[in-house]
């Protein structure tokens, strides 16, 4: 099959082409590089069956594909709010132009949407047909809104052309390849105490979010793309953390002197988080495998080999 993958050479993107080219399927990779690394999809560079195209999905583009994995966004708080105009055209203008181009070659479409269109939920843990609580003029909304927008537009692609959709509500994730400077929890505190640096713990730290490692979540992936369901359908991993006991399992992993620091917490951070995933168990059989201390081991193994190296 040929298939196209938008934010190939990001974080997420770039996992799920791994696995797609072992498959034997042509993939197309496209991103403009904003938060992509060229190094996160290095090993299929030359490969007959692999393509890379640097371009922006704000603007139109025209290719022949079978499938569309549509992940182009920024998901890091830090980076979203850093342009916030752009990531709002990124999920409604691209994502738009994405269902254009399925539309047009009658490619199945999915959409990696977030459990950030819950907001900051009144609903515990969230099912797929809870409506969200999100502050419309708020600094997440440039990425809430966008994604929420997103999934619009993709049902209604659906509904009036007949687009074949796929959508997936992904919850926290993480795993090898993220960036450093990337922002988000997983990442900060793990480089902050392989660096001998301070924890920085956000609020008090009584704030949950539900972990995922980036393998679990790509099977997710496929085995979507591969079913019949056309609803949204939560990924994650259920076992839920408050940010200080990540800090403290982090911090006994990699250095149990490494100190904590308190900062603000930043406006509108979701208070609890955490997937409720019947719909992935009983329509996909799938269920995350591995644990948060294996997969940290995993991914603190990739970041030590990375600030090494640099
Ligand atoms: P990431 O930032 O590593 O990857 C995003 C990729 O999209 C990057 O390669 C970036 O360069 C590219 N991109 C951004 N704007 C673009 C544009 N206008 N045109 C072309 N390319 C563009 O993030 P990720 O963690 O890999 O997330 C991938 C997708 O999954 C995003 O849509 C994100 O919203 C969604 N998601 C991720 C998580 C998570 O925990 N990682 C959680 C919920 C949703
Ligand atoms: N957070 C933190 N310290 C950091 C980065 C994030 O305490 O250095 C907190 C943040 O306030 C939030 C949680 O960790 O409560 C998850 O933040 P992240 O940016 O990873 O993802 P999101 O808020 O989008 O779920």
Request: aromatic share 10%.
């Amino acid at each position: 099959m040929k298939i196209l993958v938008t934010g190939g050479a990001g974080f997420l993107g770039s996992h799920l082409i791994d696995r797609l080219m072992a498959q034997d399927n042509e993939v197309l990779c496209l991103d403009n590089y904003y938060t992509g690394r060229k190094q996160n999809i290095l090993q299929w560079m030359g490969n007959p069956r692999f393509e890379l195209i640097r371009h922006d999905i704000t603007e139109p583009i025209r290719l022949e594909v079978d499938q569309i994995y549509h992940l182009a966004c920024p998901a890091s708080p830090v980076h979203y709010q850093f342009n916030p105009i752009k990531t709002v055209k990124t999920n409604v203008l691209g994502t738009m132009n994405m269902l254009g181009l399925a539309k047009r070659v009658q490619a199945r479409f999915f959409l990696a949407s977030t459990s950030e269109v819950y907001g900051d939920p009144t609903v515990h843990p969230q099912t797929e047909d809870y409506w969200g609580n999100v502050n419309c003029t708020g600094i997440r909304s440039c990425y809430d809104e966008g994604k929420r927008v997103a999934e619009t537009l993709t049902y209604d692609y659906h509904r009036e052309h007949g687009v074949d959709v796929r959508v997936v509500r992904i919850f926290n994730t993480y795993g090898p390849r993220m960036l450093p400077n990337d922002g988000r929890v997983v990442s900060n505190f793990i480089v902050q105490a392989l660096e001998g640096r301070a924890l920085t713990v956000y609020g008090d730290g009584s704030q949950t979010r539900s972990f995922c490692y980036v393998s679990d979540l790509v099977e997710g992936f496929l085995r979507l793309m591969a079913s019949d369901h056309t609803e949204p359908v939560n990924i994650g991993n259920p076992g839920e953390y408050t940010i200080l006991e990540l800090a403290q399992t982090i911090q006994n992993m990699i250095n149990p002197d490494a100190e904590l620091t308190f900062k603000p917490l930043p406006k509108d951070d979701p208070k609890q988080r955490q997937p409720e995933i019947t719909r992935a168990r009983t329509w996909l059989g799938w269920e995350p495998t591995i644990g948060l201390k294996a997969g940290l081991e995993k991914t603190i193994a990739d970041f030590r080999d990375r600030l090494t190296e640099t």
